[in-house]
T-cell receptor
Framework: KAGVTQTPRYLIKTRGQQVTLSCSPI?????VSWYQQTPGQGLQFLFE???????NKGNFPGRFSGRQFSNSRSEMNVSTLELGDSALYLC?????????????FGPGTRLTVT | DQQVKQNSPSLSVQEGRISILNCDYT??????FLWYKKYPAEGPTFLIS?????DKNEDGRFTVFLNKSAKHLSLHIVPSQPGDSAVYFC?????????????FGAGTILRVKS
């Protein structure tokens, strides 16, 4: 079974621009979560989507948004990029049910804001 | 506030010996704990998990121990192999949170010397 895929893998943007990252979950997984990893803050939860609805949201500004499509694929968008948004953005998917909290991560998208 | 703490930034172990990675938490509402391993340029890989109703879970060379009264968990790897060299993250889930939000520790770098 194919793992979680994320595109693009690397991205360089300029301050003030906006960016969209894409995530395709493992087949059959309906939950998709997004995390930001930085050297200073570690891995931090951004938001989670299940059946096209946002179920939970972390402590990030409104510039960070996401959505999920009917095939469970998800996108996250960051508007008005700031230098501090440079990070590795990780997507994770999981099954519903008793093992829902076991999340399987993709390789991440490395975003650099200049 | 750091709810999940991995106080050892790094650990070095000889091949064949036991590796013990530690994690402390402060939130008494955490009811599910997970360990992830991360290689450079890859996303975290799920290793093993434990529910708060248990105190031990074993999967091959990996065993996780949970001490709820001390709010402490540990991951034992026996025997350690050079391929285990990676960053290990402890993560936890709060029973009050809707969905699959995970709170991560800062990680411990494990080096297994051959």
């Amino acid at each position: 079974k194919a793992g979680v895929t994320q595109t693009p893998r690397y991205l360089i943007k300029t301050r003030g621009q906006q960016v969209t990252l894409s995530c395709s979950p493992i087949s059959g997984h309906r939950s998709v979560s997004w995390y930001q990893q930085t050297p200073g803050q570690g891995l931090q939860f951004l938001f989670e989507y299940f059946s096209e609805t946002q179920r939970n949201k972390g402590n990030f500004p409104g510039r960070f948004s996401g959505r999920q499509f009917s095939n469970s694929r998800s996108e996250m968008n960051v508007s008005t990029l700031e230098l501090g948004d440079s990070a590795l953005y990780l997507c994770a998917s999981s099954l519903a049910g008793i093992r829902a909290r076991e999340q399987y991560f993709g390789p991440g998208t490395r975003l650099t804001v200049t | 506030d750091q709810q999940v703490k991995q106080n050892s930034p790094s650990l070095s172990v000889q091949e064949g010996r036991i590796s013990i990675l530690n994690c402390d938490y402060t939130n008494s509402m955490f009811d599910y704990f997970l360990w992830y391993k991360k290689y450079p340029a890859e996303g975290p890989t799920f290793l093993i998990s434990i529910s708060s109703i248990k105190d031990k879970n074993e999967d091959g060379r990996f065993t996780v121990f949970l001490n709820k009264s001390a709010k402490h968990l540990s991951l034992h790897i026996v025997p350690s192999q050079p391929g285990d060299s990676a960053v290990y993250f402890c993560a936890a889930s709060d029973r009050r949170e809707y969905g699959n939000k995970l709170v991560f520790g800062a990680g411990t770098i494990l080096r297994v010397k051959s």
